[in-house]
């Protein structure tokens, strides 16, 4: 499941005229670390990316403050990893993204996901994959929204996109491309799940 904040409203300092600087408050993305901090979640965690369209291509990031900048991690895939720091939230830091293009209609996606993917699952971690994303889920609709969410529907799994995978569910096997969901339904009366290669995303699906 992904939630998007769209950047409205925010810093917007062009460094040439091909190039955009965005800055956003860190502590929007501390408040969402410290949800997930607070539910001691062992298996599932939320991850924070930038789409990867044309237009959107980071060039660089910074997490800086009135006392010091520092560089900004993220994957070729444009994920941002942010710390969970009480310090840079009470120095109101800002987390600074320069795109190649003009950033129109960049956001920051939000997902839920598994810490870890794998080739092999069996019947008891992936329930416990699901309760805590269930449970995440919910802390961060927060009160009382969250006494009237819809339980996730399932499990998603996602793979490379160039490649066709094989499913192993209980020893019956399919193919499929890109993803493969597991619906609750199918999650209560397994016994176990393989793939041909290991998935990219762990996320829940959501209807």
């Not at 062009?14 to 979640?41: C, M, P, W």
């Not at 160039?162 to 016994?191: C, M, P, Y």
Request: hydrophobic share 40%; aromatic share 10%.
């Amino acid at each position: 499941m992904y939630k998007k904040w769209w950047l409205v409203g925010l810093c917007l300092c062009a460094t040439n005229l091909h190039a955009e600087t965005i800055s956003l408050e860190y502590k929007g993305f501390y408040d969402r670390l410290k949800q997930v901090n607070k539910g001691n979640y062992q298996l599932v965690e939320i991850a924070f990316s930038v789409p990867m369209l044309p237009n959107c291509l980071i060039q660089s990031g910074t997490i800086s403050s009135e006392l010091n900048s520092t560089p900004l991690t993220y994957t070729k895939a444009q994920r941002l990893f942010i710390p969970f720091d009480d310090a840079l939230k009470d120095q109101r830091a800002l987390v600074n993204l320069e795109f190649e293009g003009k950033a129109d209609g960049c956001g920051i996606a939000m997902q839920v996901r598994a810490k870890q993917t794998l080739v092999t699952y069996e019947k008891a971690r992936l329930t416990q994959i699901a309760s805590e994303m269930d449970a995440l889920l919910g802390a961060m609709q927060g009160f009382p929204m969250r006494y009237f969410k819809e339980p996730i529907a399932g499990l998603n799994f996602e793979f490379a996109q160039d490649q066709a995978v094989t499913v192993t569910l209980d020893g019956h096997e399919q193919q499929v491309n890109r993803s493969f969901k597991l619906s609750t339904e199918q999650l209560n009366s397994l016994t176990s799940l393989q793939f041909s290669q290991e998935p990219t995303v762990l996320s829940p699906w959501v209807k």
